[in-house]
């Protein structure tokens, strides 16, 4: 079946203007987690949604970051302001509340480039 | 979740079994150990996991020690296709948060 997938794969854009970055996860995948990773970092965690419940948004480096995801399944990860540090790789995850193995499917990511 | 210390790079020649050790000292009861690889220009991909017994699938295996403070994945025959940064995490059995990744181990393969 279809992974998860993300648009676009790449975006460029100017300091100051606002972004949106769109995850479909797996059909079925009740969890969803927005990653991002920097020019030679690691991967950094910045939200999660479970279900109907509240999202774990521990992970958002300032205000200007915001997610969403309409119905349970599609999500929108919006940065306003863009600033050149946050240009990355910003990668979707999702998986299943089934079993204890919990394996997390990623997308391709979307390259984000501030200018 | 608990640190894990894993090389920040290794070579293998292709063909050749790889032994990649990720130390977890401070791993508690209930935490599995999970490896995840990502290949160049790609998301991270899942590996195997395991809590105390040895595991073993299509794509590796997983050797723990018997106080579960370190662990060792092994490729039994190294390929090209599995140079990438292999990441050793520790996650709460059950749960569905967040993985926290660590810097990983860079492998290359050299034909």
């Known amino acids: 079946g279809a992974g998860v997938s993300q648009s676009p794969s790449n975006k460029v854009t100017e300091k100051g203007k606002d972004v949106e970055l769109r995850c479909d996860p797996i059909?079925?995948?009740?969890?969803l987690y927005w990653y991002r990773q920097s020019l030679g970092q690691g991967l950094e965690f910045l939200i999660y949604?479970?279900?109907?419940?509240?999202?774990?948004k521990s992970g958002l480096p300032s205000d200007r970051f915001s997610a969403e995801r309409t119905g349970g399944s599609v999500s929108t990860l919006t940065i306003q302001r863009t600033q050149q540090e946050d240009s990355a790789v910003y990668l979707c995850?999702?998986?299943?509340?089934?079993?204890?193995?919990?394996?997390?499917?990623f997308g391709p990511g979307t390259r984000l480039t501030v200018l | 979740d608990a640190k894990t210390t894993q090389p920040n790079s290794m070579e293998s020649n292709e063909e050749e079994p790889v032994h990649l050790p990720c130390n977890h000292s401070?791993?508690?009861?209930?935490?599995?150990i999970h490896w995840y690889r990502q290949l160049p220009s790609q998301g991270p991909e899942y590996v195997i996991h395991?809590?105390?017994s040895n595991v073993n699938n299509r794509m590796a295996s997983l050797a723990i020690a018997e106080d579960r403070k370190s662990s060792t994945l092994i490729l039994h025959r190294a390929t090209l296709r599995d140079a990438a940064v292999y990441y050793c995490?520790?996650?709460?059995?059950?749960?569905?948060?967040?993985?926290?990744f660590g810097k990983g181990t860079k492998l290359s393969v050299k034909p």
């Open positions: 059909s079925g995948h009740t969890a």
């Open positions: 995850a999702s998986s299943s509340l089934a079993g204890l193995r919990n394996e997390q499917f």
């Open positions: 949604f479970q279900g109907n419940s509240a999202p774990d």
């Open positions: 401070t791993i508690s009861g209930t935490d599995y």
């Open positions: 395991g809590l105390t």
């Open positions: 995490i520790l996650k709460y059995g059950g749960s569905q948060g967040n993985l926290i």
